[in-house]
């Protein structure tokens, strides 16, 4: 079991492993959470984003927002929190952007207060959205299907 406030590793073999370990971080999730996803190319990010969707109930297909940089899944429980699924990777090269006035110009249908964030690409950005957020990294084994998963929720105190 996925713990908030803790950490872990796991190896996963297979796409479904992914897709499972994402759900179970899922599960944990509450609205104004951060969850920061970082890895290489193909490490399986979009993959893990899909878990914590089906974990959390939320509409529409969750597939990489790289060139739209941010999607809204409303929750199909009321009361439940949507998730907005942000790829920060056009971004990079813009680290001094001002990331709530990005997102806001997106003119996204939701608060971001009342909704789970899951960022691709956020690593030293993302943690300007919230002090509190999980912190994901995904690595490829060497020549082979094999990633492994770390995470940590983190508190980085006051966001000013």
Do not use: C, N
């Amino acid at each position: 079991m996925v713990e908030q406030h803790g950490s872990g590793t796991a190896t996963l073999e297979r796409v479904e492993d992914t897709v499972a370990l994402g759900s179970r971080l899922g599960k944990q999730l509450r609205a104004g959470d951060v969850v920061v996803l970082t890895g290489p190319l193909g490490a399986g990010k979009t993959v893990l984003a899909k878990g914590i969707a089906a974990a959390m109930d939320v509409d529409g297909p969750v597939t990489s927002p790289t060139y739209v940089l941010a999607r809204v899944h409303p929750p199909r429980r009321r009361d439940a929190p949507a998730m907005v699924h942000v790829d920060f990777y056009r971004l990079l090269d813009r680290g001094a952007a001002d990331l709530l006035g990005e997102l806001d110009s997106l003119d996204l249908d939701t608060e971001l207060d009342d909704s789970v964030v899951v960022v691709e690409w956020g690593a030293g950005l993302a943690e300007r959205l919230s002090r509190r957020h999980l912190d994901i990294r995904l690595e490829r084994v060497s020549h082979s299907d094999v990633r492994i998963a770390t995470w940590e929720w983190a508190d980085t105190g006051d966001l000013s």
